[in-house]
Structure formats: C-alpha cells, structure tokens
C-alpha cells in the first residue's frame, strides 16, 4: 500500500501570500494518479488538480500543481481568503485498483 | 448539471448493517469511464476511500474493510448503493459518494454529494 505523507500539518499565512504544500508518497507513483482537494468546513471536498498538475474545471489559475515520482506539491501563488481550508492529496493505484487520500494539510489565517 | 445525493439512516447501532444509496443526476453510470465511489471522513479526520462501481459493474473496495462492503448499482434508478456489515462506533463518519472520472490514465472524483453524517451507537 502507498502512503501519502502531507506537510506540513498546518499551514499559517496571511492573505496575499504564496502557499506551498507537499504530498510524499512512499514510492515512485505516475504523474497522472495524483490528484488534489480543497475542503472547507461542513462542506464536501472540491477537486482542484488532477494528473498532478492539470486544473480541473472552474478552477482559478492562481491553484497550479507539479511534482514527479515521489515528492508533489500544490501551489496557491496569492491566497485568497476563501482559500483557507484544509486541502488534501489522492493517488490512485492502478494496480490494485485502490485509492488512497493523504491526512490533509490546514492552510489557516495567520 | 452533476448532483449527487446520499440518503440513509443518521444513527445505527452498533454489529448492525449499514445501507446507504448514492442518487445521481447528469450523467449516467453506463459512460465508459464513469465510477461512483464512497469516501468517508470521521469527526475532524482525513478522508478514507471505501469503495468503487464503474460503468461495467467492475468493483474495488478498500483492502481493510472489503471483508464488510459490498457496492452494487442499479442504472434505470441512477443510483449506487453500498452497504457495510458489523457497524462499529468507530465506523462513525461522514459518508460521501463521489463521482470518479477517466481522463488520459487521471482517474480522479470530479463531482462530490454533500454528505451524510452516520452515528454507531447503542
């Protein structure tokens, strides 16, 4: 099984800032499994990127994704308020046909 | 416009089965391609996939808990049912379906329900 390790657990930056959060897996993985989240409280999560840097539809370009093999990051280049939240990483195993999510990384207001 | 709906019981007790059905609209469960999956997210915790359908009825669970799921579909009512045997507190969640997409090898969850908060208590 792949695990997925997320750092940093939290996350504290003021508005305008850039964000840079990580996904480890614990082993090489193809680009096109790895997928990002955005969650706010009480609400479902929203995808943000899939194949690891492709942004899905609707999606602001200032969310971008990039990464290889084992290291993958997201990006947020200027943060908006409404970007704070917790944001979560998903590999698909298409070997074994599994999906697994990463514990999630908090991006709070500083 | 994609929807998904989850609907079953708030509250079972604990050694009883879990029933829970996934309604959609938009789409349609035959697409090549197309998986509607269950994830769920216990009180203040990360999301756990639990478990996949795709359009020709090939399934996938999740290896620690395959032993209790069973996911089955019925196409004409558009909807995704899972059910999970043995229910435990810890099997307290939010329970989510999300519909799963293809797209060159990307195989991501496009479109989410909102939820549905399940309690195990006696």
């Known amino acids: 099984e792949i695990v997925l390790t997320q750092s940093p657990g939290t996350l504290p930056l003021s508005p305008g800032e850039r964000a840079t959060l990580s996904c480890r897996t614990s082993?090489?993985?193809?680009?096109?499994?790895l997928a990002w989240y955005q969650q706010k409280p009480g609400q479902a999560p929203r995808l943000l990127i899939y194949?690891?840097?492709s942004r899905a539809t609707g999606i602001p370009d200032r969310f971008s994704g990039s990464g290889s093999g084992t290291d993958f990051t997201l990006t947020i280049s200027r943060l908006e308020p409404e970007d704070f939240a917790v944001y979560y990483c998903?590999?698909?195993?298409?070997?074994?046909?599994?999906?697994?999510f990463g514990q999630g990384t908090k991006l709070e207001i500083k | 416009q994609i929807t998904l709906k989850e609907s079953g019981p708030t509250l079972v007790k604990p050694t009883q089965t879990l029933t829970l059905t996934c309604t959609f609209t938009?789409?349609?469960?035959?697409?090549?391609?197309?998986?509607v999956a269950w994830i769920r997210q216990p009180p203040g915790k990360a999301l756990e996939w639990l478990a996949l359908?795709?359009?020709?009825?090939?399934?996938a669970y999740s290896p620690p808990l395959k032993s209790r799921l069973t996911i089955t579909k019925d196409t004409s009512k558009s909807q995704v049912v899972l059910t999970m045997t043995n229910m435990d507190p810890v099997d307290t969640a939010t329970y989510f379906c999300?519909?799963?997409?293809?797209?060159?090898?990307?195989?991501?969850?496009?479109?989410w329900g909102q939820g549905t908060l399940v309690t195990v208590s006696s």
């Open positions: 999300a519909r799963r997409l293809t797209n060159s090898g990307a195989k991501y969850f496009e479109s």
């Open positions: 938009g789409f349609t469960l035959t697409t090549s391609g197309v998986g």
């Open positions: 359908i795709n359009s020709v009825d090939e399934t």
């Open positions: 082993q090489s993985i193809s680009s096109t499994s």
């Open positions: 194949a690891a840097s």
């Open positions: 998903q590999q698909t195993n298409n070997v074994q046909y599994t999906y697994t």
